[in-house]
């Protein structure tokens, strides 16, 4: 990602959405705030396993479609034992990383019960390319309909493929939207799928998410109140400053635009606020969660570490101190500027390339117009950030990328489908369990408490976005621990279960 970045739309997605290495650095947050991240690798002497590629059905739900498609995914051999489980690694919106085959906690599970592992990428993302291209024609056959459906195939493949026995059990696991899929898939197919464990699983869909900024405000108090003032105070300078030309100079200044500001631009503006917004969002979903980034750097840049910054006053008024974050963050993304212009980011999402879409930037953008919503809104009653960008304004951004038929009223219908196809916070799937922590703001549309006994939920205090399913570390909170000890313990209680 080596152009200039606009950290306001890289949200959701997370990506599971970490960082992307992608064609554009712009950073979408339904992507890269939603995203699985990438393990840090410790030091072994087994290879990563090459690709491989399955013939995958490109539309399920049409018989007389015999198109297909190859599809990526890795195997995993070395701690098999003959009648041991398959342990089944859910991609999701982002290109699955050959390090999840030997590093993470399910690589530990998989040890203790001698599983064959693999891998699957999410269709339309990584270099799993069911189409020539990313138009929206051909974004018809991207949704998690079709994409449990090729889990499904996949599964009695290998199984056949391997040679396995009947009896063999499967067990799934995901992160993020992966969180949601690995759910689904032990509901739709529980023939095929034994057990799931997802994490981080946001599987009630929502159009106005604002609850999400209510657990950033939740998070940054942890710290102290006086960050939260602090933060409040700032972003409430930035919009006073908006309304005079010598403001808007000192913010071009003072955040290091790359353009100059025109307040008369509303669009502008609302991808602006959401961006340094986005500063704050993206370090608390990601607070000490022991993972790297696509480009392999590790951060160490915390909740603590914002505050400490928005709390000192020796550093000037908290507006100087809001763009000292910005900074902050810029270099840690190798960023010379801050691009915020609404039309360029229109633009890019709109080119259809592969080149272009392989940051999973427009792809997942498509899910959420089409399916979930997840639309990080400022429009909480704890204000945090204003209401600087309100549901309509992300509303808008489906429209002006996709078309015009994708308007708010095919929105409220794709999440009431979504929703009453998989059941949302009401999901009825036995051998689950559902994995968050208190800090990751994707926790607010997951379930958290459960009344299905065999389907336990795990709600881990101090942790953040998909903390459980990366190596253990000597800073791990004892309840993070813990949480993996009794994942452990309910996949080995799962398999002997017919």
Known sequence: MNLPSNRSTWFLLISLFASCNGFLKIQ???????????????????????????????????????????????????????????FLMI????????????????????????????QLEHRFYGKSHPTMDTSVKN???????????????FIQAMNSQYKLPTNTKWITFGGSYPGNLAAWVRFKYPHLVHASMSASGPVLAKIDFFEYMDVVKDALETHSHSCVEAVQVANSHVNLLLRHPIGQKSIEKDFRLCDPINADNTNDVANLLESLAGNFAGVVQYNKDNRVSRAGLVSNITIDTLCDIMVNETIGTPHIRYAAVNSLLMAHNNETCLDYKYDKM??????????????????????T???????????????????????????????????KQFTKELLVKAVQRSNTFYGGLDLQATRVVYVHGSIDPWHALGITKTKIPKSPAIFINGTAHCANMYPPADTDLPALTAAREEISALIGQWLQEL
């Open 139 to 153: 974004l018809y056959y991207l949704s998690s309909e079709q994409a449990l459906a090729d889990l499904a195939y």
């Open 28 to 86: 979408n947050r339904r992507g890269v705030y939603g995203m699985l991240g990438i393990p840090p690798l410790r030091p072994t002497n087994i290879a990563l396993p090459p690709d491989k590629w399955f013939t995958q059905i490109l539309d399920h739900f049409d018989p007389t479609n015999t198109r297909t498609w190859m599809q990526r995914y890795q195997v995993f051999e070395h701690y098999h034992v003959p009648g041991g489980p398959v």
């Open 91 to 118: 991609g999701g919106e982002g290109e699955a990383s050959a390090k999840w085959m030997v590093e993470g906690a399910w690589v530990d599970y998989a040890k203790k019960y001698k599983a064959l592992m693999f």
């Open 369 to 403: 117009c089409t399916e979930f919503g997840y639309f990080q809104t400022a429009e909480s009653n704890q204000s945090l950030f204003g209401q600087d960008f309100p549901v309509d304004f992300f509303i808008k951004q489906c429209a002006d990328i996709f078309g």
């Open 346 to 367: 229109i633009k890019q999402l709109q080119n259809t390339t592969w080149e272009a879409a392989k940051d999973g930037a427009r792809t997942w953008t498509y899910q």
